[in-house]
């Protein structure tokens, strides 16, 4: 179901009436040319399209209201060219409401030594226009994400690249719509937060309904419906009865497959593009969904444990800022569950009882069913597999009473030393940056939850310039993490973002 819409960035220059037309001929060429490449690069997720030079304040004006009325417009790349006057900008940047990228970049790579005249510097003076430029953001006191160097350098366009993506979580974050099918689990706090200020900040809609209504789509689906995609996932994944009869296996595995079908259904018909369950609040549902969530999360849809709509919003997003992106890794919702602490091996088993998305399995993935710890229901189907090696990132939004916080650790994914046979869970085992201790003890000082929204496919930049965007305060976990700076920041944190 998560189709990547077909996002287009504009891409406008800055300038103004006083070179001359033949200039401002040169300007529009240059531009264009830089549109056609970046395009022509096959680095960009999305189209660059090229609009005419900007030079006088009505123009600005119109174009930046044009680009917030044009749905399929996720953000504007603007760049001066030559100088452009900062104050013909204050209105239609006053006006703007969509992600913005200031490249800093320019035509020509080298200076042209033998031939360089002043005709040629007043031209070509992105260095000079461009600060004056910058200068109005800075005093406007408005985001935006800055990208230095040559436009044709693959550095730099991956940097476009990876911003258009954060710009689409932007967008895109005013469309997610979490529906719960169950409360906040009781007595648990950092799952909790206020659903009012979410929308205010975010655009989320977060709903309750009644867990039995989901569970009448659920027993609405046919039988044959259920075979159908029971024997898909014969077909799909490999099967470890464990010693139970097959028969009685497979009934356990269609019961997940009903409950796939039902509450995709359920998704669909109203709307919602995210879901959180709760263990303990299953109405009528024979099994916790297990092997239907893990299903759903690979279509994209955000999940939170637990009652934790915060965090099945912030799968949702990461998982709109990766969609279509080629060699994706995966994205999926987490939980921290137990440390190994031998000196040189250390890291956290990430697991949850049942709900890791098998987009970042790394290898065959197999059904499971075997009885759940917790809850009153029958024994769940589940997918169990390992997942991939290598860097990615854990965020976790925290509401902290009077702000939301997001809380970004860099993180690196390994094997595990050892098989773990009697562990009927997807797992990931992950060090934290820069260190289990110090990464540990930073995210406990800055209140970070157990659950986490997780993904190999984006940057802990990507995620600060989105919680930048949002307007709330993003705390990274990083190699460069000292304890003694993150209490600072935390403190001066409390100061800047107070409401
Ligand atoms: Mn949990």
Same mark, same amino acid.
């Given at each position: 179901m998560l189709k990547a819409k077909k996002y287009t960035f504009w891409f406008c220059t800055g300038s103004q009436d006083l070179y001359g037309d033949e200039c401002l001929a040169h300007v529009a060429e240059h531009a264009r040319q830089i549109v056609e490449e970046l395009n022509r690069s096959g680095r960009l997720p999305f189209e660059v399209v090229w609009k005419p030079t900007l030079i006088t304040s009505e123009l600005i004006r119109r174009t930046f209201n044009e680009a917030n009325m044009d749905e399929s417009c996720a953000g504007v790349i603007t760049w001066m060219h030559t100088f452009s006057p900062a104050k013909s900008w204050i209105l239609g940047?006053?006006?703007?409401?969509?992600?913005?990228?200031?490249? #800093?970049?320019?035509?020509?790579?080298?200076i042209p030594y033998a031939t360089i005249d002043m005709d040629f510097m007043n031209e070509n003076q992105s260095a000079h226009g461009d600060r004056e430029y910058g200068h109005i953001f800075s005093r406007l006191g408005m985001e935006r994400k800055v990208v230095v160097g040559y436009w044709a350098d693959a550095d730099v366009q991956e940097k476009i690249a990876a911003?258009?993506? *954060?710009?689409?979580?932007?967008?895109?974050?005013? #469309?997610?719509?979490?529906?719960?099918?169950?409360?906040?689990?009781?007595n648990v706090a950092v799952t909790e937060g206020d659903k009012v200020e979410a929308q205010l900040?975010? &655009?989320?809609?977060?709903?309750?309904?009644?867990?039995?209504?989901?569970?009448?789509?659920?027993?609405?689906?046919?039988?044959?419906?259920?075979?159908?995609?029971?024997?898909?996932? /014969?077909?799909?994944?490999?099967?470890?009865?464990?010693g139970r009869d097959a028969a009685e296996f497979r009934r356990h595995v269609a019961v997940q497959a009903g409950i796939e079908i039902g509450l995709e259904r359920f998704l669909e018909e109203k709307n919602y593009q995210a879901i959180v369950t709760h263990f303990g609040d299953l109405g009528v549902l024979k099994q916790l969904p297990g092997l239907a969530i893990q299903r759903l999360m690979e279509?994209?849809?955000?999940?939170?444990?637990?009652?934790?709509?915060?965090?099945?919003?912030?799968?949702?997003?990461?998982?709109?800022? *990766?969609?279509?992106?080629k060699d994706a890794k995966g994205t999926s919702f987490m939980e921290d569950? *137990?440390?190994?602490?031998?000196? &040189?091996?250390?890291?956290?088993?990430?697991? #949850?009882?049942?709900?890791?998305?098998?987009?970042?399995?790394?290898?065959?993935?197999?059904?499971? @069913?075997?009885? +759940?710890?917790?809850?009153?229901?029958?024994?769940?189907?589940? +997918?169990?597999?390992?997942?991939?090696?290598?860097?990615?990132?854990a965020t976790s939004l925290i509401d902290l009473g009077d702000r939301f916080r997001l809380i970004i650790n860099s993180v690196n994914c390994k094997k595990t030393e050892k098989p773990m046979p009697k562990l009927p869970v997807a797992t990931a085992f992950w060090t934290p940056e820069p260190n289990l201790k110090v990464g540990a003890e930073a995210w406990i000082l800055a209140g970070g939850a157990h659950h986490t929204a997780f993904s190999y496919d984006l *940057?802990?930049?990507?995620? &600060?310039?989105?919680?930048?965007?949002?307007?709330?305060? @993003?705390? /990274?976990?990083?190699?460069?993490?000292?304890?003694?700076?993150?209490?600072?920041?935390?403190?001066?944190?409390?100061?800047?973002?107070?409401?």
């Open positions: 940047l006053q006006e703007y409401r969509k992600p913005l990228l200031h490249l #800093h970049t320019q035509f020509n790579r080298e911003w258009m993506r *954060t710009a689409v979580g932007v967008i895109e974050s005013s #469309h997610i719509r979490v529906m719960r099918i169950a409360d906040n689990m009781r900040t975010f &655009g989320w809609e977060v709903d309750a309904y009644p867990v039995n209504e989901a569970a009448e789509a659920v027993a609405a689906v046919s039988e044959s419906d259920i075979n159908a995609l029971v024997d898909e996932y /014969y077909d799909t994944y490999q099967i470890l009865t464990e279509k994209g849809y955000g999940f939170g444990a637990e009652g934790d709509w915060k965090t099945a919003a912030m799968v949702r997003v990461m998982k709109l800022m *990766t969609s279509g992106m569950y *137990t440390y190994n602490l031998v000196a &040189g091996k250390e890291g956290i088993l990430e697991a #949850h009882m049942l709900e890791v998305c098998p987009t970042i399995a790394d290898g065959p993935v197999t059904i499971k @069913a075997q009885p +759940l710890s917790m809850g009153n229901r029958e024994d769940p189907a589940r +997918l169990v597999f390992t997942a991939k090696e290598g860097p990615a990132i *940057t802990a930049e990507q995620m &600060g310039d989105w919680a930048d965007a949002m307007g709330i305060e @993003a705390v /990274y976990i990083d190699k460069d993490t000292t304890i003694r700076q993150l209490k600072n920041e935390l403190r001066w944190n409390q100061a800047v973002y107070r409401k």
